[in-house]
């Protein structure tokens, strides 16, 4: 099985596991969503301008006796009504864990729509158990100031 797979499948039970009440997650999360407009970066692609926001988010729990640690990052292009997103998805040994994608690329999963799909349950499912009763779920979430150059 690929390591994308298997992914798959551990947050599948994970996300199982955590309705159940058997898992405690940390999650941190850097984002630029909520930043002044005029402080995000813009790019020209195929002749519009696009504003460019991104999202890091660190999920760590122990799972199953063994400490979990994924690293997901999300660009979004915004230009009006259009919306391009890129997903990326990592795994990188309990040390590393910088919102740096220099530094993540080395521990990088193949993100099919499939693995997508179960981080964005996971993070949906997460963001209601933490509105519903805030000590249920260990949340950080702060602003990133990006430039162009990161």
Request: hydrophobic share 35%.
């Amino acid at each position: 099985m690929k390591r994308e797979e298997e992914l798959v499948k551990q947050l599948t039970d994970m996300v199982k596991d955590t309705k159940a009440g058997k898992v405690h997650w940390n999650v941190i999360c850097q984002t630029t969503e909520y930043n002044d407009a005029a402080t995000k970066p813009t790019v020209e692609e195929d002749g519009l301008q696009w504003t460019v926001d991104e999202c890091y988010v660190s999920y760590h729990c122990e799972y199953k006796g063994k400490e979990f640690l994924m690293i997901t990052y999300e660009m979004l292009h915004t230009a009006g009504d259009k919306v391009k997103s890129t997903n990326l998805v990592f795994l990188p040994p309990l040390g590393v864990r910088y919102f740096d994608i220099h530094t993540l690329l080395p521990y990088s999963v193949e993100a099919s729509q499939m693995l997508i799909y179960q981080v964005h349950s996971l993070w949906t499912l997460l963001l209601d158990m933490h509105k519903a009763n805030p000590d249920s779920v260990t949340m950080d979430v702060s602003e990133r100031v990006l430039t162009i150059e990161d």
